[in-house]
C-alpha cells in the first residue's frame, strides 16, 4: 500500500465509501485475476481523495488465458459506481496489459460546500 499527500481525517460517509471501494477492488484481483500481485495507492488531495488498485494479472504464460480471467461483469464495478456517485466522484476502470486498473476519485464534503 502507498499512500501520498497529508493523511487527514475523513467525513465518515467519505472514509466509508473508500474503505468500501478499496476492499472491493482487491476482492476482485482474488476473484478474477487469482495468483497475481496488486498495488493499492491512497492519496490525499486539497479537495478529493484517490483509490486506486492495479493488478498484473494472473502468473500465466499464455496471453490468452490470462485475458480470459478478467471476463464477467457482477455488482462489484456498479457498486464502486454508485459509492464514487455519492461524494461527486469519478471512477475509472479497465484492463491494463493482462491486469485490471480502478481509479476511484471521492470528493471531500469541504470541497462539495
Same mark, same amino acid.
Given at each position: 500500500? =502507498?499512500?501520498?499527500?497529508?493523511?487527514?481525517?475523513?467525513?465518515? $460517509?467519505?472514509?466509508?465509501?473508500?474503505? &468500501?471501494? @478499496?476492499? %472491493?477492488?482487491?476482492?476482485?484481483?482474488?476473484?478474477?485475476?487469482?495468483?497475481?500481485?496488486?498495488?493499492?495507492?491512497?492519496?490525499?488531495? =486539497?479537495?478529493?481523495?484517490?483509490?486506486?488498485?492495479?493488478?498484473? $494479472?494472473?502468473?500465466?504464460?499464455?496471453? &490468452?488465458? @490470462?485475458? %480470459?480471467?478478467?471476463?464477467?461483469?457482477?455488482?462489484?464495478?456498479?457498486?464502486?459506481?454508485?459509492?464514487?456517485?455519492?461524494?461527486?466522484?469519478?471512477?475509472?476502470?479497465?484492463?491494463?496489459?493482462?491486469?485490471?486498473?480502478?481509479?476511484?476519485?471521492?470528493?471531500?464534503?469541504?470541497?462539495?460546500?
Amino acid at each position: 500500500m =502507498n499512500v501520498r499527500g497529508a493523511a487527514r481525517a475523513l467525513p465518515p $460517509g467519505v472514509e466509508l465509501s473508500a474503505f &468500501r471501494i @478499496a476492499q %472491493e477492488a482487491l476482492t476482485n484481483v482474488v476473484r478474477h485475476a487469482g495468483p497475481t500481485t496488486a498495488k493499492l495507492t491512497i492519496e490525499f488531495r =486539497n479537495d478529493d481523495l484517490l483509490i486506486e488498485v492495479t493488478d498484473q $494479472g494472473p502468473v500465466v504464460p499464455d496471453e &490468452r488465458a @490470462a485475458n %480470459e480471467q478478467h471476463v464477467g461483469a457482477g455488482h462489484g464495478l456498479i457498486g464502486m459506481g454508485e459509492r464514487v456517485a455519492l461524494f461527486d466522484g469519478q471512477l475509472r476502470t479497465g484492463k491494463v496489459g493482462t491486469g485490471f486498473h480502478v481509479n476511484a476519485v471521492l470528493r471531500t464534503e469541504e470541497s462539495l460546500r
